[in-house]
């Protein structure tokens, strides 16, 4: 019975959950002042657009700034809240990869690179689905030198919010603040060492701490 009750419950919660959580991402979006530092273009060519996974909430309306027509695959972990995160995003007409690049990652790593070549930018969050916090792994390097394609980092941040206890100390923007969306010049990996090119990206980030 009490198994019973959690498959119902789940199935109501991926349901009602990510329609809930849309609103709530825009109502956040709509009730704070948006501050953009972005450089003016990037390429038409698919882009590697990566953060990390405790800013990924406000992550959209970055990507809507470059691309005024969605077309974006954002990798997520398949686990119960990966499919509550990839139900939500699709209310803003982003597309999703289920799986981790850390755990088993040969599938949705191969499933990006086909994305990448089909002309698709993806997102990704380097020190996804489960941490450690803010250490790179290595399928951002593997997806961008095994099709060419740019990277650019996302940071995102907030005047007030709320942080979760969560791994990834997860921030909720506050509404009638101030939101920050910040965002790199396309980093070319190609011709670099794994360990050299995570060090870029990790170094990439601190320059906006």
Request: hydrophobic share 40%; aromatic share 12%.
């Amino acid at each position: 019975m009490r198994l019973l009750l959690k498959k119902v419950s789940r199935k109501l919660a991926l349901v009602l959950l990510p329609f809930i959580g849309s609103l709530f991402i825009r109502f956040l979006a709509l009730t704070n002042k948006k501050v953009f530092h972005l450089p003016e273009s990037v390429s038409d060519k698919p882009i590697i657009f990566a953060c990390w996974h405790g800013e990924l909430l406000m992550v959209p309306f970055l990507y809507f700034r470059y691309r005024s027509t969605p077309h974006a695959k954002i990798l997520i972990s398949e686990h119960f809240d990966g499919k509550l995160i990839s139900k939500t995003i699709r209310y803003f007409g982003l597309d999703t990869l289920s799986g981790s690049t850390s755990r088993g990652g040969a599938k949705v790593l191969i499933q990006a690179i086909k994305s990448l070549k089909n002309g698709y930018d993806i997102g990704i969050t380097p020190d996804g689905p489960k941490g450690p916090r803010h250490k790179v792994s290595d399928g951002v390097v593997i997806m961008a030198q095994k099709t060419g394609a740019n990277v650019i980092l996302i940071k995102i941040k907030a005047s007030s919010y709320w942080q979760l206890k969560s791994w990834d100390k997860f921030i909720i923007p506050k509404p009638f603040g101030t939101i920050e969306f910040f965002a790199s010049k396309e980093i070319d990996l190609s011709g670099m060492s794994l360990d050299e090119a995570k060090s870029v990206i990790k170094k990439g980030f601190e320059n906006y701490e």
